[in-house]
């Protein structure tokens, strides 16, 4: 009970209203109709305070109940702060519930480069929506009554609206690896969700990342160390790498030694649209031929990603004019590569062998 | 000495007989609801509760023994009047006839007339 006193005739079936929240629309609107009135009149007839005149809202919504014969509420007597299964809230929650799936499946696209159309979004939310609404059905037609309802709505529509966001976050990803894949990369041989996930960097600054040149241009590690600071990955100052002819293809090598460089790598070569990972044995290709202080990762920066800002490197991924699985060397062992797939975020990309 | 707390038996009383009085409050002419309350009250019930006599309304009519129409008033919104359908007046009598019986009895128990015949009555 509110312990506000309703200062208003309005105020005072407000709140009548408020107690008799659980009603469906139409029943609510018949017992309440007129009765804004009435109380208007009562106040009108000399009795200001209608607490006084007619008791609390709570006990008035409850006479009202049991004189039409309507069963009082079951779970909320003495907890009117208790979660109301009105309209309103379903309204609201259904807003919450498109909104945060349109933020979970902007979130995928954008990680997808960008490839979601908006069409996809609003499918999506459509069927969230008929999902939320079937729910809301057979809820009510269920029999269920008071807080047993409202915990059994909860749980459905969260069901409904979880599985309704894992459908759009495949149907998204289906959409976008319809695209054409150029062949290097392993959508053909990945299966989202079952695939084995490489170690996902839980936390890719704690190895820092080094952009050498390798490529016939200058002065495009800086900007290369730019797109990755930007992304979130801990960088340290480029450098020039000794790669001897200068390499067309980027690929990224990591210090087996330090803990969580392979996955750092991984979610470098991801993150720039599906790049070749393999671990790097001194001295590596660049000028000091070691690792940086702090650095266990190191993108060696050839031709094709030289000079690009990252939407034109991964434009450049989705139109197949880019291959990335070239193992460098012509004498390296058959080396175990992790292979990420553009299309996919790095979580899911898989580990596969290739030869040299 | 026993508190005795009248109020709530009163408030029992009047949730068994709300049916028939609202019933009656409305057989001479139609009203809106707080004309019933009014005429409740001037009948004598004074504290019969404002809520009670509404959500009655509501019932009896879902029940198809009121009917409603609504009328606009001078002073503002319109007010919704109730009036009784013939089988709201045939709901009355039922409700005359079972409350003179009961009446009757309690009555004759309350002044111990019941107990000076040999016989009592069933009041069931």
Not at chain 1, 36 to 60: I, N
Not at chain 1, 173 to 181: F, L, N, T, V, Y
Not at chain 1, 269 to 284: C, D, F, M, N
Request: proline residues 5%.
């Amino acid at each position: 009970m509110s312990t506000d006193t309703p200062t208003t005739a309005g105020m005072y079936a407000q709140e009548v209203r408020a107690h008799l929240a659980d009603l469906p629309a139409e029943q609510l609107d018949s017992i309440m109709d007129g009765l804004d009135t009435h109380f208007a009149e009562v106040v009108a007839d000399g009795q200001p305070d209608l607490v006084a005149a007619l008791g609390t809202p709570e006990a008035y919504a409850a006479d009202l109940r049991a004189a039409a014969g309507i069963s009082q509420r079951a779970a909320t007597v003495g907890t009117p702060s208790s979660f109301k299964w009105s309209r309103q809230h379903s309204a609201l929650t259904f807003a919450l519930g498109i909104g945060l799936v349109g933020l979970a499946v902007a979130v995928i696209a954008r990680r997808q480069a960008g490839v979601a159309e908006v069409g996809e979004v609003l499918a999506v939310a459509l069927a969230v929506g008929v999902a939320w609404w079937v729910t809301r059905l057979v809820v009510q037609r269920s029999g269920l009554s008071g807080g047993r309802r409202t915990i059994a709505s909860g749980a459905l529509a969260f069901g409904a609206m979880c599985t309704a966001a894992v459908c759009g976050a495949v149907v998204v990803d289906r959409e976008s690896g319809g695209g054409a894949p150029s062949p290097g990369f392993a959508w053909e041989t990945s299966l989202p969700f079952t695939s084995v996930p490489f170690p996902l960097a839980s936390d890719f600054t704690s190895t820092k990342v080094q952009v050498a040149n390798c490529s016939e241009h200058n002065g495009v590690a800086r900007m290369m160390t730019q797109i990755l600071a930007d992304e979130g990955f801990t960088t340290v100052d480029p450098t020039n790498g000794t790669c001897d002819p200068k390499i067309d293809t980027s690929y990224v090598i990591y210090n087996e030694g330090t803990a969580g460089a392979e996955a750092v790598a991984n979610t470098v070569a991801g993150v720039l649209g599906g790049l070749s990972v393999e671990p790097g044995t001194l001295p590596i290709k660049v000028g000091s031929g070691a690792w940086a202080e702090g650095s266990g990762v190191v993108l060696l920066l050839g031709n094709d990603l030289a000079g690009k800002t990252l939407e034109q490197i991964l434009d450049q991924a989705r139109g197949g004019g880019f291959t990335a699985t070239t193992a460098p060397g012509p004498a390296a062992p058959p080396v175990t590569t992790t292979t990420v797939s553009l299309i996919e975020p790095p979580l899911f990309g898989t580990t596969t062998t290739v030869g040299p | 000495v026993q508190h005795v707390e009248p109020q709530l038996e009163r408030t029992q009383l009047l949730k068994g007989i709300l049916d028939a009085v609202v019933l009656a409050a409305l057989a001479a002419a139609d009203g809106y609801g707080y004309d019933v309350v009014r005429r409740l009250r001037a009948g004598g019930l004074a504290d019969i509760a404002d809520a009670s006599v509404y959500g009655t309304l509501r019932r009896l009519f879902g029940q198809g023994l009121l009917t409603s129409y609504v009328v606009p008033s001078d002073e503002g919104p319109h007010r919704k009047y109730y009036g009784l359908t013939a089988s709201g007046r045939d709901a009355l009598a039922a409700h005359r006839g079972e409350w003179t019986q009961f009446a009757d009895a309690v009555g004759a128990i309350l002044s111990g007339i019941a107990f000076e015949t040999k016989e009592v009555r069933n009041v069931d």
